[in-house]
Nanobody, 124 residues
Framework: VQLVESGGGSVQAGGSVRLSCVFSGRSISSYDMGWFRQVPGKARETVAAISWTGDSTYYKDSVKGRFTISRDNAKNMVYLQMNSLKPEDTAVYYC??????????????????WGQGTQVTVSS
């Protein structure tokens, strides 16, 4: 099982970035998926999550209305569209998959397979 994120980079405040995550070694079609972020010295936090059907999504309050999580099960990929970026969105972003199909609380501890992360830097 392997996850690989891409799409990170540097952007000015107000800009947009689209992150992609490709999952190999197992089909994601029956599993909830999530995007997380972490800054140095702080705990990893859940940014967004999507149910295995794609019809239920969760967003951290501070990104609601700006970020959109989506998935393409046929391609085994998950995306995070980030608009109206703010300097406080600067972090390493990770996608992750759980061992069990459905997660209860969408906390990082429920996810077992992680990508290497991709840096997103938002300058003011």
């Amino acid at each position: 099982v392997q996850l690989v994120e891409s799409g990170g980079g540097s952007v000015q405040a107000g800009g947009s970035v689209r992150l992609s995550c490709v999952f190999s070694g197992r089909s994601i079609s029956s599993y909830d998926m999530g995007w997380f972020r972490q800054v140095p010295g702080k705990a990893r936090e859940t940014v967004a999550a999507i149910s295995w059907t794609g019809d239920s999504t969760y967003y951290k309050d501070s990104v609601k209305g700006r970020f959109t999580i989506s998935r393409d099960n046929a391609k085994n990929m998950v995306y995070l569209q980030m608009n109206s970026l703010k300097p406080e969105d600067t972090a390493v972003y990770y996608c992750a998959a759980p061992t069990f199909p459905v997660v209860a609380d969408r906390e990082p501890s429920e996810f077992d397979y992680w990508g290497q992360g991709t840096q997103v830097t938002v300058s003011s």
